[in-house]
């Protein structure tokens, strides 16, 4: 069977198991010459989520004629993601507040180079059409089962508004699963309650998925691009990752300024349906910048308030782990 033919619960999870390909798959670029200090020995693996940034890459064209080569890591969450950057595999990581400060506790190589600004209405917690679950209140003894894993912002979003209503943790059972295999069990209806992020919350949401509460007023809507200290401390990558991080900054304003152009392209590169696509590129963290002062207080808020409700079992001191500005 094709996948045209295929049954349509099929064909969504072959697309979603598209987004979340093995580590290292992707095209590597061919070098250009190179202007100024010479990078054609160098290669940077780029990591990724559910495609979102070579999406916004490739849409934008940004990295053609690079003079370094370089290849995409797709994963379907930050957790195997920063696995992967622990272990040396990964120059450049893209995540979410939340998940940026979990993998920095168990990495003590992990420096945040850059922010992205996206929307806390790319998550939320959602439950099936016929759910007797009208509003947070009523999760109180269900089930609720959180992607990615322990550590997200999913279950930062979850555990705000458990607290909005006079509700903790311990008031839910709390079930951790990692999305494509989540958005299945939620399409077959095994899964009735699931706090999950973006695509696989915009796609669930355009397939009839009923929306409790989102991620406004609770989500910092800020995302993060991280790198080793190794990759740092290497000149010639350093250099690479900072013409990178430039590319990437043009292509979210390249981005922001075409959003019907850019959600055509990121519906055809992550074989998304084009509505649910459409919501995805909306709200999604296109615009660039380096970390600020205000950003890392952000971040800093987040972690104390991770630290206090347990989601992270210590402090982290954002101040840190941060580098303002990346420069070759």
């Known amino acids: 069977m094709n996948p045209a033919s295929a049954p349509p619960r099929r064909r969504v ?4 198991a598209a987004l979340a390909a093995a580590p290292l798959a992707g095209a590597i670029a061919r070098p250009a010459q190179a202007a100024g200090a010479d990078l054609s020995g160098v290669t940077l693996v780029l990591g990724d989520q559910a495609g979102g940034l070579r999406a916004l890459a490739e849409a934008a064209h940004v990295l053609d004629g690079t003079p370094y080569r370089f290849r995409w890591a797709n994963f379907q969450g930050a957790a195997p993601l920063f696995e992967a950057q622990r272990a040396g595999a990964i120059d450049l990581a893209p995540a979410g507040d939340l998940p940026v400060l979990t993998a920095a506790l168990g990495d003590p190589s992990l420096r945040i180079v850059a922010t992205r600004v996206g929307s806390p209405t790319s998550l939320g917690i959602v439950v099936q059409p016929d759910s007797p679950v009208r509003t947070v209140a009523d999760l109180k003894g269900q089930t609720v089962v959180v992607s990615s894993a322990r550590g997200s912002i999913s279950q930062y979003q979850l555990y705000g508004a458990l ?13 951790f699963v990692l999305p494509v295999d989540a958005f299945a069990a939620f399409e077959a209806k095994r899964i009735g309650i699931w ?20 991620g406004s007023g609770i989500n910092s809507g800020l995302a993060f691009l991280t790198s080793p200290v190794e990759t740092l401390d290497d000149r010639a990558k350093r250099a690479a990752l900072a013409d990178v991080l430039a590319r990437l900054a043009r292509a979210g304003q390249w981005a922001l300024a075409h959003p019907a152009h850019y959600a055509s392209v990121y519906a055809s590169l992550t074989r998304l349906p084009p509505d649910a ?16 002062g205000a950003d890392i207080d952000v971040l800093q808020r987040v972690a104390d308030r991770a630290a206090a409700d347990a989601i992270l079992p210590r402090r982290v001191d954002v101040a840190s782990i941060a580098i303002r500005s990346v420069s070759a």
């Open 13 to 16: 999870l072959q697309r979603l």
């Open 163 to 175: 607290r909005e209503h006079g509700l903790a943790p311990r008031d839910v059972d709390v079930r």
């Open 195 to 214: 706090a999950t992020f973006d695509p696989y919350y915009g796609h669930a949401v355009r397939r009839g998925a009923r929306i409790v509460r989102d």
């Open 277 to 292: 696509a459409t919501d995805i590129a909306r709200r999604a963290a296109l615009a660039q910048r380096s970390l600020s």
